[in-house]
């Protein structure tokens, strides 16, 4: 019975709130860049190593442009997470880029929404 109230059990919807896949924006970049962060950080990386992963955890405005990132938004339309692809080495293959959950929708349910857009994705 905990595996289904945690959503683990196929079949069995989340007891949580409805989460949205949408594209991301553009001007949603440095924000995106900012959750990153913040969702690797609560995992206790300590600052030396968290300063030589800003440019990583970054999400570009290019990316963004070219339809390779989404989010997962809550009712209240506030990011909750976001998902980028990258090209593969495989011609037409595309490769999961980043994943990140704001720290406080972490275990929500939101990756395995935004795993399954990422799936859907042309080439995923």
């Not at 001007?27 to 990386?45: N, Q």
């Not at 880029?97 to 929404?113: D, M, Q, S, T």
Request: with cysteine; proline share 7%.
């Amino acid at each position: 019975m905990l595996a289904a109230r945690a959503g683990l059990v196929p079949g069995l919807p989340l007891m949580h709130p409805a989460f949205y896949i949408r594209p991301a924006r553009v001007e949603e970049a440095a924000a995106l860049s900012d959750l990153c962060f913040r969702s690797k950080a609560v995992w206790g990386y300590d600052p030396e190593f968290m300063a030589l992963m800003l440019a990583a955890l970054g999400v570009a405005g290019e990316d963004i442009a070219a339809g390779d990132v989404w989010v997962a938004t809550g009712a209240d339309g506030q990011i909750a997470g976001v998902v980028a692809l990258a090209p593969g080495d495989a011609p037409g293959a595309l490769d999961l880029n980043k994943l990140f959950i704001e720290p406080r929708h972490i275990r929500n349910g939101v990756g395995r929404a935004l795993l399954r857009r990422g799936g859907a994705a042309p080439g995923g």
